[in-house]
């Protein structure tokens, strides 16, 4: 079955960065559009990043252009969000997903999910 299992969240100071890694297991990863999505308490999950299959295309929410940067490495079936520049607001779980149609950063183009890996970014 589809596993996705994030790593890579923790404690980080704002300005600081982080790297979230997601391993994928029980698809043909390399086929997928993935993407990175995030929830912050009391707060709708929103898209963050999205990645095409073969990473031509690159998709990334408004609130971390410039910062964020999403690859993939599909010789190892892995994800990975790059996080520069943290910022208070970043602050949230973030969550992996595995696009079922299209590509982008809706909710509704995902199927799969892994559990969620916590950032907290402080002052």
């Known amino acids: 079955q589809v596993q996705l299992v994030e790593s890579g969240g923790g404690s980080v100071q704002a300005g600081g960065s982080l790297r979230l890694s997601c391993a994928a297991s029980?698809?043909?990863?390399?086929?997928?559009?993935m993407g990175w999505f995030r929830q912050a308490p009391g707060k709708e999950r929103e898209g963050v990043a999205a990645?095409?299959?073969?990473?031509?295309?690159?998709y990334l929410a408004g609130s971390v252009k410039g910062r964020f940067t999403v690859s993939r490495d599909d010789a190892k079936n892995t994800l990975y969000l790059q996080m520069n520049s943290l910022q208070l607001e970043d602050s949230a779980i973030y969550y992996c997903a595995a696009a079922s149609i299209g590509c982008g950063l809706g909710r509704n183009d995902y199927n799969d999910w892994g559990q969620g890996t916590q950032v907290t970014v402080s002052s």
């Open positions: 990645i095409s299959s073969g990473g031509s295309m690159t």
């Open positions: 029980g698809f043909p990863f390399s086929a997928f559009c």
